[in-house]
């Protein structure tokens, strides 16, 4: 016992002569005091070697001695304010700092975002519509009627459950949702992912996206479906831009064309992309079939549109040089990584 009190007394002078008035000495007090593995502790520790009837005694000897160890500790943090300068001092405000590991929108977004862009500015609004459509929407309101030949250009994903429904083919389907709803003047652009029941390869994906668009007013001719495209390519690609229309069949225009530009990867020499040709297929287009006006009980007297509709991954291909389809749904960063500074 009185070895232990002696012990005490001199721990008590210790610490009042410690100085603590940094950070590492007040942790260095408080292992050495207050841890796990400190000097209250063992203290505490030596309680099983006290006889009985001096436990009590002892007991509150050693409770006050921890008080007076403990607001040692406490003191020294306020009164020299240790912790809030521990947090400040730790901070090296020249250190250059972390550079946050930015992502990158994908290429089809990217360009997604570039034709609602374009077309934002001549007036086109954005319309989307559901994948899974229904036999009217994205067939039959097109004037393409069951058992229509055409039917088997889009080789189509039906939905076991219920045979009128389907994965959509085109966003065409969304041009029959917005007709339905909405009177003329309609001027709207439909991007979003379509279906197809092909085989996957470098040049062909089960799905894939396009955006479409519809004009419908009073007065739309061809040669504001010509010059729309054009404006558009030309701000895609670059003013120097040459383009084509070849005439062409889709039962919801009338007449139809394809459009093609100069090809942008060998600048016309020849290439895999342009097939040797110098040209490369961006988009079909027409005006719209008046049938299909009347199938949304718009006048076809009165009223006129032009309609097309482009694959974003071939818009993608050509601005990008991105060959193989398959990267596109892959999601490998390697291939993400090269469109962090793309515009
Ligand atoms: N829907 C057609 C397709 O998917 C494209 C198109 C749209 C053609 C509008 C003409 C007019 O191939």
Redesign the pocket.
Known sequence: MEELLKQIAAYKEEIASTVVNTVDSLEAYRIKFLGTKGIVKNLFGEMRNVPNEKKKEFGQILNEFKQFAESKYEEAKESTDIGHQSSVNDIDLSLPEDSLPLGARHPISLVKNQIIHIFGRLGFSVAEGPEIEDDWHNFTALNLPENHPARDM?DTFYINQNPDWLLR????SV?ARVMEKQKPPIRIICPGR?YRNETISARAHCFFH?T??LYVDENVSFADLKQTLYFFVQEMFGKDVKVRFRPSY?P??EP?AEMDINCRICGGVGCNVCKHTGWVEI????MVHPKMLENFGIDSNKYTGF???MGIERICQLKYRINDLRLYSQNDVRFLKQFVNAV
């Not at 083919?169 to 065409?172: G, P, Q």
């Not at 988009?283 to 027409?286: D, T, V, W």
């Open positions: 889009q083919t085109h966003t065409s041009q379509v396009q479409e668009g889709f919801f225009t139809s988009l079909g287009s027409g309609a097309f509709g």
